[in-house]
Structure formats: structure tokens, C-alpha cells
């Protein structure tokens, strides 16, 4: 009965080691899965804060762009006023047509001594060939390979 005991209790032994075992090779798949859902998580909360910090540069970007365009704005419409104001619009025009006057009587000469511009290069021989030519700037050898 001593043995029968002795191996009840051995074999009790066994059972809870091989229990361990089996327990802790369960448990490390499932700590690798929770490594991994934790990884995830921790990409995903990344991936948000990542998106929000792209949203808030683009607004205020948006923002500071609206307030150049308003200043802009503001700096022409000044510049425009002011114009208004203290130019004569009278004296402006009639010197703008004295100019247009002298110019075209100062520009009718040249007219005449203009010649269209050229797409090709001149030639001062007619035997001579043009820049357009296959073989121009060639060598006699070259030519004849």
C-alpha cells in the first residue's frame, strides 16, 4: 500500500510539472500576442497625434495666409487712396501724351533702317554652305564616313 501511495503522490508530481509546463508555453503565445496588440495600439494613438499635429499646422497656416492676403489688401487699397489723393490726374495725363508725341516723332527714322531677325546664319559667299547644312562644321574625312 506504501507503494501504491508513493506512486499516487509521484505520479501527482509529474502532473503538476508537466501542468507547469504546458501552462507556460500557453502563456507565451499569448504574451506575444498581447506584446503585439500593444505595439499596435501604441502605432495607432502615434498615427492619431500625428494626424492632429498635421491638421493644426494646416489651419494655422490657413490662418497666417488669410491675415497676409488681408494686409496685402490693406497696403494696396492705401497705396491707391493715396494715389487718389495727391496726384493730379490732369498734370499725369498731359505729360503721358507729351512723352507719346515726342516718342513717336524721335522713333520714325528707325523704322525704316530695320531689318526682320534672321533664323539662319548669313553667308558671305553663295557657294558657301548654310549653318543648316548636314555636313556644316564637319571635317573632309568625317564627311566622307
Known amino acids: 500500500m506504501t507503494n501504491l ?5 509521484a505520479a501527482l508530481i509529474v ?7 504546458v501552462g507556460r508555453s500557453g502563456q507565451g503565445s499569448t504574451l506575444r500576442q498581447r506584446r503585439a ?9 502615434e498615427y492619431t497625434r500625428y494626424q492632429a499635429q498635421v491638421n493644426e499646422h494646416f ?3 490657413a490662418h497666417l495666409l488669410r491675415r497676409f492676403n488681408d494686409a496685402y489688401r490693406d497696403v494696396n487699397q492705401h497705396m ?3 494715389a ?3 496726384c493730379n490726374d490732369e498734370d499725369w ?16 527714322g528707325d523704322r525704316n533702317d530695320a531689318e526682320p531677325p534672321r533664323d539662319y ?3 558671305s559667299d553663295p557657294k558657301e554652305k548654310g549653318t543648316l547644312a548636314e555636313d556644316f562644321g564637319l571635317a573632309e574625312k568625317e564627311q566622307k564616313a
Do not use: D, F, H, W
Open 59 to 61: 489651419m494655422e497656416s
Open 93 to 108: 495725363l498731359l505729360e503721358l501724351e507729351k512723352e507719346n508725341a515726342r516718342a513717336r516723332l524721335e522713333g520714325t
Open 37 to 45: 496588440e500593444q505595439q499596435i495600439e501604441e502605432l495607432r494613438n
Open 121 to 123: 546664319a548669313p553667308k
Open 5 to 9: 501511495i508513493l506512486a499516487a503522490i
Open 80 to 82: 491707391a487712396r493715396g
Open 84 to 86: 487718389n489723393r495727391l
Open 15 to 21: 502532473g503538476v510539472v508537466i501542468g507547469v509546463l
